[in-house]
């Protein structure tokens, strides 16, 4: 991962391993980042709500989360991510965490269609 990579994954297409419950079995899929919930009828109705990271505590207390959650669960293989440590008002340094053999590893994900 090169230093121009630090925001790649909410912009592009990547393989992502995907089970789907409805359907029985696992897929290599190309997904994009950013869940679309299911009761969306139009994208502006998505507009200012991340949907990027859902928080454990309350996955399954909200709807946009609860289903996918339950059937459409999926991995993101990565080689790394970066944290950003904020050091002032206008500037923020990133930093990369990588596993230490340098091995690709996977964050859990849900997906919605």
């Known amino acids: 991962m ?16 995907r089970e789907n419950k ?5 897929e290599l899929v190309m997904m994009r980042w950013g869940l679309i919930p299911f009761f969306t009828k139009q994208l502006s109705d998505v507009k200012g709500i991340s949907t990027i990271n859902a928080r454990a505590g ?3 207390r909200s709807p946009m989360w609860r289903e996918p959650f339950k059937k459409r669960r999926c991995l993101v293989p990565v080689s790394g991510f970066y944290e950003w440590h904020k050091i002032d008002a206008k500037t923020r340094k990133p930093y990369i965490f990588t596993v230490a053999d340098s091995s690709l590893f996977a964050f859990a994900g849900l ?3």
């Open 111 to 113: 997906w919605n269609s």
């Open 2 to 17: 090169s230093p121009d990579d630090y925001n790649i994954a909410p912009s592009t297409f990547q393989p992502v391993i």
């Open 22 to 26: 409805d359907e029985a079995g696992r």
């Open 58 to 60: 309350t996955i399954l």
